[in-house]
């Protein structure tokens, strides 16, 4: 069974300041990793995937994760927060690309950008 | 870009009630799903559907069911809504070989 851990519900952090949001997955598979966005009455966006080659992922908006499967880490991380970045984050780990892969969502992180 | 849309942004209906949530989404894609979310519990899975007529349970299907007639349409059912389903309802899309899912904006329901 996978599962995907979060840690974190609220992360503030002052504007121009490293953003880094922590995501732990188990997986008993190679996993499929994504971080997914969801600013205010939206939807989820997705910002970056990994499934197989680099571990260092770059995503929209200047976010990037790496794949660290030693550590079963995934952490997403933004050199400079910018107050646009204000929003709820959530890491995700799936355990393929088949029809009958399913994709199992962590509880969230809430960013907050101080001025 | 794909579009994924939900019928209704809020939506607010008494304990009892038949509840209907549709989700169409434009780009021809077999794989649709419902979630709801919940704060500090994420996205839970209640349904998907790989194609036409075709639905399996996830992980919280209990008091919901599920209508997909048409590959561009998603129905979630609530056949008699009560307070513990007060949530926010997400619906996503995706096509097979691709794991990435493309969300809607999402229905806030309550139920009171």
């Known amino acids: 069974a996978q599962s995907v851990t979060q840690l974190g519900s609220h992360v503030s952090v002052s504007e121009g300041a490293l953003v880094l949001l922590r995501c732990n997955y188990s997986s008993s598979v190679p996993p499929y990793l994504f971080w997914y966005v969801q600013y205010p009455n939206q939807g989820l966006q997705l910002l970056l995937k990994y499934t197989t080659g680099a571990t260092l992922v770059k995503g929209i908006n200047g976010f990037e994760a790496e794949f660290k499967k030693s550590e079963t880490s995934f952490h997403l991380t933004k050199p400079s927060a910018h107050m646009s970045d204000a929003a709820e984050y959530f890491c995700a780990v799936s355990d393929g690309d088949s029809s009958a892969s399913k994709i199992i969502f962590g509880s969230g992180t809430r960013l907050s950008i101080r001025p | 870009d794909v579009k994924v849309t939900q019928s209704s942004r809020y939506l607010v209906k008494r304990t009892g009630e038949k509840v209907f949530l549709e989700c169409v989404q434009d780009?021809?894609?077999?794989?649709m799903f419902w979630y709801r979310q919940d704060p500090g519990l994420g996205l839970r899975l209640i349904y998907f559907s790989y194609d036409v007529k075709m639905k399996e349970k996830g992980d919280i299907p209990e008091g919901y069911s599920v209508s997909r007639e048409k590959k561009e349409r998603f129905s979630l059912i609530l056949e008699s809504a009560s307070t513990n389903q007060t949530s926010m309802y997400l619906c996503?899309?995706?096509?097979?070989?691709?794991?990435?899912?493309?969300f809607g904006p999402g229905t806030r329901l309550t139920v009171t």
């Open positions: 996503a899309s995706s096509i097979p070989g691709n794991v990435e899912q493309y």
């Open positions: 780009m021809d894609h077999e794989n």
